[in-house]
C-alpha cells in the first residue's frame, strides 16, 4: 500500500492562500515559524510532490534531504504515486493539486493558524473524504 499524506496550514476560516502565497507568509510570530519547522521536519527523508508554483517556492535546502517532484495537470496521479514504491509521499498544496490527489490521501495533517485576514483561496473540507466540491 502506497503512503499518502498531506501537511498543510490553514487560517481560522480555512483560509489557504492570497495571491498565489500563504496568506501569512513571512509571518515571524513564533506560532508561523514552527508550523514550517515543522513542515520541513516531517516531510524530511520522504517524497514530495506539488505543482510548479508550490515547488518554486521551496528553498534550495528542502531539495537536499527529501525528494520533490514537480507534476503536472496532464499526468495521471496513480502513476505518479508509483514512482515511488515504499515510500511515504506527502502532496503538496494547491487546490488544483489536491482536487486531484484527494482521494489517495490516506492521512491529513492540517495545523490551524491564528490568521483570520484575507484570503482567495480556501480549504475544501470534501478533499477529507476524496472529493472536491468547489475549484477555488
Given at each position: 500500500?502506497?503512503?499518502?499524506?498531506?501537511i498543510c496550514a490553514i487560517g481560522l476560516r480555512g483560509q489557504l492562500g492570497l495571491n498565489g502565497h500563504l496568506p501569512w507568509e513571512?509571518?515571524?510570530?513564533?506560532?508561523?515559524v514552527e508550523d514550517v519547522t515543522r513542515f520541513f521536519a516531517l516531510t524530511m527523508g520522504h517524497v514530495l510532490i506539488a505543482g510548479p508554483k508550490t515547488v518554486a517556492s521551496v528553498?534550495?535546502?528542502?531539495f537536499k534531504d527529501?525528494?520533490?517532484d514537480v507534476?503536472?495537470?496532464h499526468e495521471d496521479p496513480?502513476?505518479?504515486l508509483k514512482r515511488y514504491?515504499?515510500?511515504?509521499?506527502f502532496v503538496g498544496g494547491g487546490i488544483a493539486v489536491w482536487n486531484v490527489y484527494a482521494k489517495y490521501i490516506q492521512n491529513w495533517d492540517i495545523t490551524r493558524l491564528?490568521?483570520?485576514?484575507?484570503?482567495d483561496r480556501w480549504f475544501d473540507p470534501a478533499w477529507l473524504v476524496g472529493g472536491a466540491l468547489r475549484a477555488g
Open positions: 500500500m502506497i503512503d499518502v499524506r498531506c513571512g509571518n515571524t510570530d513564533p506560532l508561523f528553498p534550495e535546502f528542502a527529501r525528494t520533490i507534476i503536472r495537470s496513480e502513476q505518479v514504491p515504499g515510500r511515504r509521499i491564528p490568521y483570520d485576514g484575507e484570503a
